[in-house]
């Protein structure tokens, strides 16, 4: 599949500086789409810009935004103008494990905000636009841990739930307008993602290759998708017990293979 011919000359990744969204930026500059580039570490993302622009002679915007600000939209409008974004991949978010009573509820409110509300509104700021001309792509990154409720990562769970179940509705509104919408979901992946979040990459860890190759092979094919047989696995285990069952198993091997 030619990216570019389908969807359109111009990919916006958020969370791009590194891990999964520096590997999607990645990906897509060798298949010569120029880049929008989001993130909070403007070293990072100007590093990786100037790296993938010399090596794929492409056209790469870095636009240092924090999702977490009310007004986080209108300042990447100021970097986009009125270039036509043909590929969303709404990747920026951030997890955390231990007990849910013991952590700041900070943590909580920036994390529904990156993980839940920025997605929705870049995916109906950019979709609209995707709607009108007939052609486009959205990806968001939910997880593994979506597929059930997850003790110790409780909010994060949460949030992937909700990416989750975001993905695979608008992939059917949109399927009619020639949009394509996919929910990727990876288990643990190797990337920094880990350290911040305090929690592991538990035993069989994907790679950050790994896991867009997966993206690549079902967006425009299926609503979503569970990076890697054993995190397939994993994800069937809610459907094959009772959710008492399901529940305590997770917080079983939370506890034991990722903390």
Known sequence: MNLKEKYGSWAL????????????????????????????RKERLEKLADELKQKNKIEIISAPVDLMKENFLDELKNYIGNREVGVLINNAGFGYNGEFIKADPDIFFRMIKVNCIAPTILAHHFGFQMVERRKGAIIFLGSLVGYEPVPFTTTYSATKAFNLFMGEALWYELKNYNVDVLALNPGGTATEFQQIAGTSTGPLPRTVTQVINTAMKYLGKKPSVVDGLYNKILSLIPRIVTRRLAVKLAGRIRKKLYT
């Not at 990645?26 to 993130?39: D, F, P, T, Y």
């Open 13 to 40: 990744i958020t969370g791009a500086s590194s891990g999964i969204g520096e590997e999607f930026a990645r990906r897509l500059a060798s298949e010569k789409m120029n880049l929008i580039l989001v993130a909070r």
